[in-house]
């Protein structure tokens, strides 16, 4: 209100005045400059007062925006300290919460790595256990087979020695005099028969015989074990070894070597002989062995080994030559049959168409029946003759067998 008393003062102060200057007298005018005096002085003071007045509420603004900036200041500081505050943990409250995921992700992932560690040692494990067993099933497997081979050839073994002893009682021995033999095959090391012979000279002879029933050639680890039975034998004098199917190795049909203390061993296979002639054979290969050693001197048992040997190159190239000969004829044998029957094929074809005689009725059947019962690729019959008592021709005998 004094505020705007004074503005309104101030702004209508001049048409006051000399409004009322105009209507006063001079004891007013005194009276009124008295009056001013004391209202200038009184509004001095009024003047002073309310500056004082304004000056204090100038102070106590100054003061309050003071007061209100320090309290802004302090606000915008805890503002700025809460907004921080709060912010610092909204970041670790993500922190935790991207530290927990991960934890949980890393957990799973060392879950599953320990679980791939714990596969990969249990795969590791059982490649070692598979591999041992594959290795325990090999050794077995090999065993197996080694028994059953060896009980094969065990079997196979025995039926040779029953076929060897069977032949030394039935068809050998009574041909022999004063003559003796044992069976030791359920002896190890003392080879399988011990013979007893009688020499012409009256010298009684021991000979070890080993008889051998392989697939395959004799090894010869055999012969090895045939000079270590002879020798390891004071009584013995010579060996025998016979192998019932196949050649025997490194020795040829008929050998005679020695022993490492110089004793004889015969060698002989029935390989390709008949039933009937192998017992011909044994006897003769006794008999030979039994005279050898009957002589007095190594001199004179030198040439007579040399003298067999001799005997039998010359009889094996003889039984070479024989064989050569046989297919030779043979093959004559069937060429001069063919043409014969030709001959008389085309002689009879000639005279029925001569007039001179008439056909007849199985000639034609003669013909068919003589040629190879095989059928040709399109279904005809072969045009080639049988080959003896066969039903083939020589081509088709071949690829029939």
């Known amino acids: 209100m004094a505020d705007l008393g004074a503005m309104c003062y101030q702004a209508f102060k001049g048409g006051l005045y000399e409004k009322w200057t105009e209507s006063m007298s001079a004891d007013e005018s005194e009276k009124a400059a008295s009056y001013r005096d004391e209202g200038r002085r009184e509004g001095r003071k009024s003047v002073l007062e309310s500056l004082k007045e304004k000056l204090s509420s100038i102070d106590e603004l100054t003061a309050n925006i003071a007061s209100a900036e320090r309290t802004i200041q302090t606000l915008r500081g805890s503002i700025e300290k809460e907004t921080a505050r709060r912010v610092s943990e909204s970041l670790e409250s993500h922190r935790k919460d991207y530290e927990l995921s991960k934890m949980s992700e890393m957990s799973e992932l060392r879950g599953k790595i320990s679980y791939l560690e714990g596969q990969q040692s249990l795969i590791h494990r059982i490649e070692r256990d598979n591999d041992s067993l594959r290795n325990v099933s090999d050794t077995l497997r090999k065993e197996l087979d080694s028994i059953k081979q060896t009980k094969s050839s065990h079997a196979t073994g025995k039926v040779g020695e029953a076929v060897i002893w069977d032949m030394l009682n039935k068809h050998v021995m009574p041909k022999f005099q004063y003559s ?209 008592t066969s039903e083939f021709c020589k081509k088709h005998g071949v690829a029939s067998s």
């Open 180 to 388: 003796e033999v044992k069976n030791m095959t359920a002896v190890k090391h003392m080879a399988d028969f011990h013979i007893w012979l009688m020499t012409p000279t009256g010298l009684r002879v021991k000979i070890l015989l080993d008889s051998k029933k392989y697939k395959d050639p004799v090894p010869y680890s055999e012969i090895e074990k045939l000079f270590s039975d002879v020798d390891g034998d004071d009584e013995a004098q010579c060996g025998l070894m016979v192998s019932h199917d196949t050649a025997i190795y490194t020795r040829t049909q008929f050998q005679i070597s020695r022993t490492p203390k110089g004793k004889l061993c015969l060698f002989m296979s029935f390989e390709g002989l008949d039933d009937g002639f192998r017992a011909e054979v044994l006897c003769w290969g006794l008999r030979v062995l039994a005279n050898i050693v009957s002589s007095q001197t190594d001199e004179i048992r030198d040439t007579m080994i040399e003298n067999i040997e001799q005997f039998m190159k010359e009889v094996g190239g003889t039984l070479i030559e024989m064989e050569n000969c046989n297919k030779a004829c043979k093959t004559l044998y069937e060429s001069m049959k063919t043409s014969k029957e030709n001959l008389l094929t085309r002689i009879t074809s000639f005279k029925v168409a001569c007039g001179q005689e008439t056909a007849p009725k199985d000639h034609t059947e003669l013909s068919i029946v003589s040629r190879c019962t095989a059928r040709t690729v399109v279904g005809g019959q072969c045009s080639f003759r049988k080959c003896g």
